[in-house]
């Protein structure tokens, strides 16, 4: 088993998890999406704070991408 936790898109970016979900993959970050609405992170349960830091910061540039393509 490990953590598993969700984050649901404002409403503006329903339906639309796929796009994070491709985004991250193309820089390498690792997610699920749960449903159409739902960005999904699976990491371990004995993850360090500074593991999950990085993959924060990580997962920020695909957003940021998702966010800018409109």
Do not use: C, T, Y
């Not at 936790?5 to 970050?29: N, R, T």
């Not at 993850?47 to 920020?60: K, V, W």
């Amino acid at each position: 088993m490990g953590l598993l936790i969700g984050a649901e898109l404002k409403p503006k970016w329903h339906g639309q998890a796929g796009k994070f979900l491709a985004a991250a993959a193309e820089q390498g970050v690792m997610l699920l999406v749960a449903g159409p609405n739902v960005v999904r992170f699976v990491p371990s349960l004995v993850i360090d704070l500074e593991d999950i830091d990085q993959g924060m910061a990580r997962f920020a540039r695909p957003v940021e991408a998702v966010v800018k393509a409109g």
